[in-house]
């Protein structure tokens, strides 16, 4: 079995580009679809009343910046009311030394939101001015600081964003989950057709009349390919966790686990498919239609939530990248755990199970 | 040593072999002869326990193997008809892996492939990918991942299909090698007669799923004792002076050459002449005339009706 296993490395190390090619296109699809930036910031237009000082606006700016929802841009007044006139911007903000005034159009969700916020952002700060006027011996902000680090009580408030159903979504994350999951299936799939090769090739049935039992040289080909699906969706994972501060959730087991049961279940069905086809030429024609149509209805390219038609509902349930991504949102957006994304595990798991069983029964029916 | 026993099978009702038994005595080298399609692949696939047999046995050394397929698979050597190596890879590492997989480690794994190298010829181009072989190379690499383990049964399938005479020519000096010198049991399936002429001290000759007859090539070629063959060499053909001696009473077996006809004759019929006028009636123009005793391929004529080659 080892034999085998290597065997598959040292062709890989011999081709690399196929497998190479997945790994660089999945980058490339949640760079350019996710970015590298936070594309969920709203970005808001500043200009500066007359007697505001540079200085001054610099203050405020690094304040206001520190939020991660909404990104402040220093700019003329003229090009800000421009940009809000020819509707490039909703809104614009209007430093002035102890007050704001927002330029708008209309009074929609980012008004509201945006407005909250530089007001929640003014008021604080007003007062601790206030505060330290008064108390000019004592460093009131450090104080404050030391106090909020022990917190004599914590409010926790959990916010759903989304639309009107109130089901979670994080751009960002959707795009890294369902572009790495999709792409982790070319990657699995076309390794496997290794198996398809060699029986084509006729080295399978020279591996058959060797002193090697069936389920070694089975078991060789299918952890090769689960391992290098399994690697492929860890390295992009931390790649965008650590190179563009992605953040996939804190339990790393449980992602752990997640990649490797999807991983199960992508090989598995792999070779169910390798079971229906005739040929090498039919598999790799079925591979990209099978790949892509799982990925849609299962949620990979958008989420299911906003998908209406009950049909397409009841068939993303019979995806594996359907359960893949349920579990990933769930310890990336709530923060679960192991026992919490054990129901899509399980699913995952037999789903592998079965497949992997009717896959492996129909290629020796059909060798027999 | 290796024998089968009423060994048939059949794919979705059709069959493929039926009853063919057949027997390897140690260090012997035996041919299976036939045409494309006579059943010879299904019949060593089953003796090598690549495929089940739908009835019969294949028995090693007096023990079934056919439910413990582990016991002739260590000493069995399969050379398939096809290719079957990892082209990407070079060829060293093809046989390291396939000396790998029959348990073969560290120091005796490398001196077996060196010693396989030197026997096929190909030292000098180990460590080249094997894609960039030629046939005739690849062939012989083919034939080198079964020797490996130095098996004590070699099984080749077609072992020369497609190579270069040069090659084919070593390949089978290697194969009579390995049998007289290192008294290995051959068992060699083939459409090439002048190969299994060459090779192997028994014929088993097979058609339609069927052994037809076997015996040495002496015991074959004695079917044919009271026979005789006449080799006609034309300027070019003439389908309807063919047509003729093959309805003619006097002769046996008519069949095309490439360079004219072949008839199989009574021994001593005085023909000859007549064939000449006959001839003449047709305004052809022989070129040569050759009377000779029968070969296997005409052994295989008679008993099957159609050339090996069909």
């Given at each position: ?21 997945f ?21 808001v ?18 304040v206001?910046?520190q ?18 006139m ?17 330029l708008?159009t ?30 000019e011996s ?17 409010v926790t ?71 290098i ?27 752990l ?10 090989v ?19 591979i ?80 027999s | ?6 060994l ?9 072999v ?10 012997e ?6 045409p494309?399609?006579a059943?010879?692949s ?33 000493v069995?050597?399969v ?19 396939f ?9 005796a ?8 190298f030197?026997l ?25 991942a079964?020797?490996?383990h ?46 299994v ?18 015996g ?5 070629k ?12 034309l ?37 000859l ?28 004529l008679h ?8």
């Amino acid at each position: 079995m080892i034999s085998i296993f290597l065997l598959q490395w040292q062709r890989f190390r011999r081709e690399p580009l196929l497998v190479l090619s997945f790994f660089g296109l999945t980058i490339f699809f949640v760079f350019f679809l996710a970015g590298s930036a936070n594309t969920n910031q709203i970005t808001v237009q500043t200009y500066l009343e007359d007697d505001v000082s540079q200085s001054s606006a610099d203050e405020w700016l690094t304040v206001l910046n520190q939020s991660e929802t909404f990104r402040f841009e220093l700019t003329e007044e003229e090009d800000a009311r421009s940009a809000v006139m020819n509707g490039e911007a909703s809104l614009a903000l209007q430093l002035r030394n102890d007050n704001y005034r927002i330029l708008v159009t209309v009074d929609d969700q980012n008004y509201q939101l945006v407005n909250g916020y530089v007001q929640q952002v003014f008021q604080e700060e007003l007062r601790l001015a206030e505060v330290e006027s008064s108390l000019e011996s004592v460093e009131i902000r450090d104080t404050i600081a030391q106090e909020l680090e022990e917190p004599v009580l914590t409010v926790t408030s959990d916010t759903i964003a989304g639309d009107d159903n109130g089901f979670l979504y994080d751009a960002r994350l959707h795009t890294l989950f369902g572009m790495t999951l999709f792409f982790s299936v070319y990657t699995m799939m076309f390794s496997l057709t290794n198996v398809a090769e060699e029986k084509r090739l006729g080295t399978w049935d020279r591996l058959i009349v060797s002193p090697l039992r069936k389920w070694e040289v089975y078991l060789g080909h299918l952890l090769y390919c689960f391992l290098i699906g399994f690697l492929q969706i860890l390295t992009i994972f931390l790649f965008f966790e650590y190179v563009f501060q992605f953040n996939i959730g804190a339990n790393f087991g449980a992602i752990l686990l997640i990649i490797a049961c999807y991983a199960f279940a992508i090989v598995s069905v792999g070779m169910l498919l390798i079971g229906l086809v005739r040929t090498t030429q039919q598999l790799q024609a079925v591979i990209p239609i099978v790949a892509t149509a799982m990925a849609m209805i299962g949620g990979a390219f958008w989420p299911v939530e906003i998908v209406s038609n009950e049909i397409m509902i009841i068939l993303s349930k019979a995806m594996p990248i359907f359960y893949g991504m349920e579990a990933l949102k769930g310890v990336a957006y709530l923060d679960q755990g192991i026992l919490e994304i054990s129901e899509p595990l399980a699913i995952m798991f037999l789903f592998g199970v079965f497949s992997m069983g009717i896959g492996i029964n129909l290629m020796e029916r059909r060798a027999s | 040593m290796l024998e089968t026993e009423e060994l048939s099978k059949q794919f979705k009702g059709k069959i493929a072999v039926e009853g063919v038994n057949l027997h390897l005595e140690r260090g012997e080298s035996v041919g299976l002869l036939g045409p494309n399609g006579a059943g010879k692949s299904t019949t060593i696939s089953m003796i090598s326990s690549l495929i089940k047999p739908t009835s019969g046995d294949v028995l090693l050394d007096g023990k079934n193997v056919i439910k413990d397929p582990g016991k002739i698979r260590r000493v069995l050597g399969v050379v398939p008809q096809e290719i079957a190596l990892y082209e990407e890879l070079t060829a060293y590492e093809n046989l390291k892996f396939f000396g790998r997989i029959y348990g073969l480690r560290g120091k005796a794994l490398e001196k077996n492939i060196e010693e396989v190298f030197e026997l096929v010829g190909l030292t000098d181009r180990q460590k080249d990918i094997v894609k960039t072989y030629s046939g005739g190379m690849k062939r012989r690499i083919n034939i080198a991942a079964a020797l490996l383990h130095e098996p004590e049964v070699l099984i080749m399938d077609e072992p020369t299909v497609g190579i270069d005479p040069q090659s084919r020519s070593h390949i089978l000096e290697m194969v009579r090698e390995l049998n007289l010198k290192k008294g290995m049991t051959v068992l060699y399936t083939s459409h090439y007669m002048e190969e299994v002429e060459r090779l192997c001290d028994r014929v088993y000759i097979m058609d339609h799923g069927r052994i037809i007859s076997s015996g040495t090539k002496d015991e074959l070629k004695s079917i044919l004792s009271s026979e005789e063959t006449i080799m006609i060499d034309l300027d070019r053909p003439y389908p309807d002076l063919y047509n003729d001696l093959k309805q003619h009473d006097g002769i046996l077996q008519t069949m095309e050459t490439e360079t004219g006809l072949k008839l199989i004759v009574p021994k001593g019929s005085r023909l000859l002449g007549e064939l000449f006028q006959i001839a003449d009636r047709h305004q052809a123009k022989v070129v040569n005339v050759h009377v000779q005793t029968p070969t296997l391929e005409d052994v295989f004529l008679h008993l099957t009706g159609r050339k090996l080659r069909d």
